[in-house]
């Protein structure tokens, strides 16, 4: 098997998944390994490429941590420090984590946009879900239970496109819910009162 084009990770995973299930590697993965100057250097370049990596993830744990706290983006760049990246990488490092941050509070925040689209999208959703229910019954003679899953895709993008907000914010996810459930003994009266009515 050739081996070249694998990084020096690959290279790494295929050596150990090797040792691990027969004892020993496959003399071309040894071969490839050979002349990348040996396992220990393999293993050494591979801890190198995560050092960036591995800082950006504890910035952006920190950013959050401060953000979480209510401290300002002025006050976030003062507070974090890095020997690893450049200035340059790690202003843009926080500025991400930052915007990703107010983000997040604002997709899980619950304001009255929030609940004024989960009141509508409720209503909207479980009467959509209703008439589906009802017409699948009508249709079949029977509830298809698996009907709810399309139903609760239907509810979430009528929610989400209402609130701008995700399934991240508690409203948004209760909301989704209730309106799918909710549309089951509806979609069951709507049934009713249309065949009793024929």
């Avoid at 984590?97 to 959703?125: F, L, M, P, W, Y």
């Amino acid at each position: 098997m050739n081996y070249k084009k694998y990084s020096d990770k690959d290279l790494l995973e295929s050596y150990s998944t090797a040792l691990d299930y027969s004892g020993k590697a496959d003399k071309d993965l040894v071969a490839e390994i050979d002349s990348r100057g040996g396992v220990d250097l393999i293993k050494k370049n591979v801890a190198e490429q995560n050092i960036v990596p591995n800082e950006i993830k504890r910035i952006y744990k920190l950013v959050f941590s401060l953000h979480k706290k209510g401290s300002n983006a002025e006050t976030i760049k003062s507070s974090i420090t890095s020997d690893i990246l450049s200035t340059e990488q790690l202003d843009k490092a926080i500025d991400t984590a930052i915007d990703d941050a107010e983000k997040h509070t604002k997709d899980t925040s619950i304001n009255s946009r929030t609940i004024i689209g989960c009141v509508i999208g409720v209503i909207i959703s479980s009467l959509i879900g209703a008439g589906l229910w009802c017409y699948s019954i009508i249709q079949t003679g029977k509830m298809y239970y698996i009907l709810t899953s399309g139903i609760l895709i239907i509810s979430y993008i009528i929610i989400r496109l209402l609130t701008s907000q995700s399934k991240n914010n508690v409203l948004v996810f209760i909301a989704t819910f209730a309106s799918a459930f909710i549309a089951i003994p509806l979609g069951l009266w709507f049934y009713n009162i249309v065949t009793n009515g024929q």
